[in-house]
């Protein structure tokens, strides 16, 4: 055999053999499984948004030695009521009420609702709480969320804006819980010059309400105040004492209380000693 015919030979075998190489890697290729494509995994937060807490502005910071709560026994009809008798009060924190079933409730036997605070700030369920008392006969007063650092006479006009004085069964009560940084004299000034007002509008007193802490600091020892009604907050088993023995006439016991047509807590309170209903009706 020529060698022509050998070279010629061994490229017809070698390209027998490549050609047998790729089919045999083609059909490996094709029968091998198919690996799935890569899925994205979707990450879902299900941590709630972070929300910040409701400011609660009508709300004392519970400056007490023991923040306990205690349920006091109810006492039965609507009498003049000594120390049993209870009384609750409400602002838009506790949404809508349903003053049906709130009547019917024989813990309350009166009702203070927020109707103001500051100059500028009003309540928007102060005239549907008002009206729904007097319709199914609760006896109802209003109250004003005091600023001190807010000029008193402001928000005297703030409060008469919204309330309609000679429709009160109560006398109206100055929810004073904070300094909101100004000085006691300061503090102790525009406090009595907003009593003052008050005072003059409605010829006679009204009932200063305050954290028994708050008093003991800020408006101990000053002689024109005292000569004022007081209703003191202090949640605790007992009646609390005044560094001045001073006396007060209604004693805020807790801000978990339930009560009938009302969602959620609400403040309750009841007289002291020989205190009842008569010593804050306005007529």
């Known amino acids: 055999m020529t060698n022509v015919h050998r070279t010629y030979i061994y490229y017809i075998v070698m390209s027998l053999f490549l050609s047998l190489c790729v089919n045999t890697l083609y059909a490996q290729k094709k029968d091998k499984p198919k690996k799935p494509k890569h899925q994205e995994t979707t990450v ?41 008798a209870h009384g609750i009060d409400v602002s838009h924190y506790q949404g809508r009420i349903n003053w049906d079933d709130v009547a019917k409730d024989m813990k309350v036997t009166y009702v203070y609702l927020k109707a103001t605070e500051g100059t500028g700030n009003v309540d928007d369920t ?10 199914v006969g609760l006896k109802v007063g209003s109250y004003h969320f005091f600023r001190p650092q807010l000029s008193a006479k402001s928000q005297f006009d703030n409060f008469m804006s919204r309330v309609e004085t000679h429709r009160q069964d109560l006398l109206p009560v100055v929810d004073v819980e904070t300094t909101n940084g100004v000085s006691v004299a300061v503090l102790q000034t525009r406090l009595l010059e907003f009593c003052e007002l008050l005072e003059r509008e409605y010829g006679k007193k009204p009932i200063i309400y305050t954290g028994k802490n708050f008093y ?11 000569a004022y009604q007081f209703f003191i907050a202090a949640y605790s088993f007992i009646e609390p004492d005044l560094n001045d023995d001073n006396d007060y006439v209604l004693w805020q016991y807790s801000a978990t209380g339930s009560v009938r047509g009302i969602r959620g807590n609400v403040d309750m309170s009841r007289f002291v000693g020989r205190h009842d209903i008569r010593d804050i009706l306005y007529k």
Do not use: W
Request: glycine letters at 10%.
């Open 44 to 84: 879902v937060d299900i941590q709630p948004d972070p929300v910040a807490p409701k400011s609660r502005p009508d709300r004392h910071s519970k400056p007490l030695e023991m923040p306990l709560f205690v349920k006091q026994t109810a006492t039965r009809g609507r009498g003049t009521g000594g120390s049993g």
């Open 126 to 135: 102060y005239r549907y709480n008002f009206s729904e008392c007097k319709r």
């Open 216 to 226: 003991n600091k800020y408006i101990h020892g000053n002689s024109r105040l005292r």
